[in-house]
């Protein structure tokens, strides 16, 4: 009897449920999963974008999302090393483009980033109307002209950074760029690293803020490290740059602010300066001397006293603050109109007297300053060829220079009444000597003359 009761539990366990309380089941899990369904939207509305993606990829990728913990970190701590870090600040606030959305994903997913230009941060600089370069054997000279102004607009800086660091000065720059003028000549480093320096200092300077004056030495070391490695064949090694700072910064600090540096600038190491920009105008100007221009015009066919003179007032004005409210092709060729002529600064450029009269009268202190103080010789270095000396960032003027233009500025000593007041394109003679006589035909092809 008893494995009969045994047989009999076990059949009716394993009957079949019946079709009504399975539809009922059924409808009850439909019902549960659509209020799961509801709740969890709900939370995703509630829920800012940037936790939910953080969500997903811990969730998908415990791997990736430890790396994004770690990298968080990294420039946490760099940021820290200049200035305190604040919750309620991003560092896009500074940056000239401005990215709405900056969540990192899968690469298997793909994230619309909308992108706005800051309109507000500097006036757009007039842009040369035509090209002057002659017809090239190896490129198009209008494809090149039109990278080389592209590339200009691309690399523009506030000019009003220093509104964001209270504790520095326009003076204290113009010191710092004195400064670093001194260190590339004792070094033999070229132009071109010098004013790679400058662009990387203003244009990092106008993306961070807060930085105090005891650290503006190690931005412009941490700038010419940079640039040096870039320009040079031989560049001076990680503890010369350290040395020259008499301690004040260490090697450390140097790799640190690199990368801190690198970052800010978006890696983009690579503008058209004012001494490129001065290449090109003068291998311009001299085309009618030079036979085969087509061919020879990649290697410099410029006298080395006419290049040493014009970069000689540049370096005075880059000096000054505001020069970053001028683009690096209007400055060059503003200087070139102090040494020569309208008919060929217009020319050389491409810019009209209209786009170039704010930059020439501002320079006009400037250029009077290096009339008043001499123009410096081609200096010659042991180590450097002959025909590479002019390529040589010297150290022609310094502080007392700018306050003497500071001075003029004052006494509104400004006016220029003549592009030729410096030089010109020949060296003038010495005051007791009697002027030089140029054949009317010498002077028609150089250029010189009056607006």
């Not at 009761?5 to 059924?26: A, G, M, V, W």
């Not at 930085?211 to 010419?224: F, N, S, W």
């Amino acid at each position: 009897m008893k494995s009969c009761r045994n047989s009999t539990k076990l059949k009716l366990e394993s009957k079949p449920l019946q079709q009504i309380n399975s539809r009922k089941r059924h409808r009850s899990d439909e019902d549960s999963l659509c209020k799961s369904i509801e709740k969890s939207s709900k939370n995703e509305r509630e829920t800012p974008k940037a936790k939910r993606v953080m969500h997903s990829q811990t969730k998908d990728s415990p791997v990736l999302a430890k790396q994004n913990y770690l990298q968080e970190d990294v420039d946490k701590e760099l940021q820290s090393f200049l200035t305190p870090a604040k919750d309620d600040q991003t560092d896009a606030e500074y940056d000239d483009v401005i990215d709405v959305s900056k969540s990192k994903m899968d690469e298997n997913k793909k994230v619309s980033q909308y992108r706005f230009r800051n309109m507000m941060v500097t006036e757009l600089p007039c842009l040369p109307l035509k090209s002057p370069l002659p017809e090239l054997s190896w490129a198009d000279s209008q494809d090149l002209w039109k990278a080389m102004v592209n590339k200009e607009m691309k690399y523009q800086c506030d000019n009003k950074y220093m509104i964001r660091h209270p504790d520095l000065q326009p003076r204290m720059r113009a010191i710092l760029m004195d400064w670093m003028i001194e260190v590339c000549e004792v070094y033999t480093l070229h132009r071109e690293t010098f004013y790679l320096a400058v662009d990387y200092i203003d244009r990092f300077l106008s993306r961070t803020e807060n930085i105090r004056k005891t650290q503006l030495q190690l931005v412009g070391i941490t700038a010419l490290f940079i640039a040096a490695k870039l320009e040079e064949i031989y560049p001076p090694k990680l503890a010369d740059f350290a040395y020259v700072t008499d301690g004040a910064c260490t090697e450390d600090e140097i790799l640190k602010l690199e990368l801190l540096m690198l970052n800010k600038l978006k890696w983009a190491l690579s503008p058209v300066t004012v001494n490129s920009w001065l290449n090109v105008y003068l291998q311009t100007a001299h085309l009618s001397f030079i036979a085969n221009a087509s061919n020879t015009f990649i290697l410099p066919q410029y006298p080395q006293h006419t290049f040493v003179h014009v970069a000689q007032l540049t370096d005075l004005c880059i000096l000054d603050m505001e020069s970053l409210e001028f683009s690096s092709g209007v400055i060059a060729a503003s200087a070139l109109y102090h040494f020569s002529s309208c008919e060929l600064a217009t020319h050389v450029s491409g810019y009209e007297y209209k786009d170039l009269a704010k930059c020439i009268h501002w320079m006009a202190p400037f250029a009077m300053t290096v009339r008043d103080t001499g123009l410096q010789p081609v200096k010659e270095f042991a180590k450097v060829e002959k025909s590479d000396a002019h390529n040589i960032q010297t150290h022609s003027n310094d502080i007392a220079a700018l306050d003497m233009v500071y001075e003029r500025r004052s006494q509104h000593l400004t006016v220029c009444s003549s592009p030729t007041e410096i030089a010109g394109i020949i060296t003038p003679p010495k005051s007791s000597q009697k002027p030089m006589i140029i054949d009317s035909s010498h002077a028609k092809r150089a250029g010189v003359g009056h607006c």
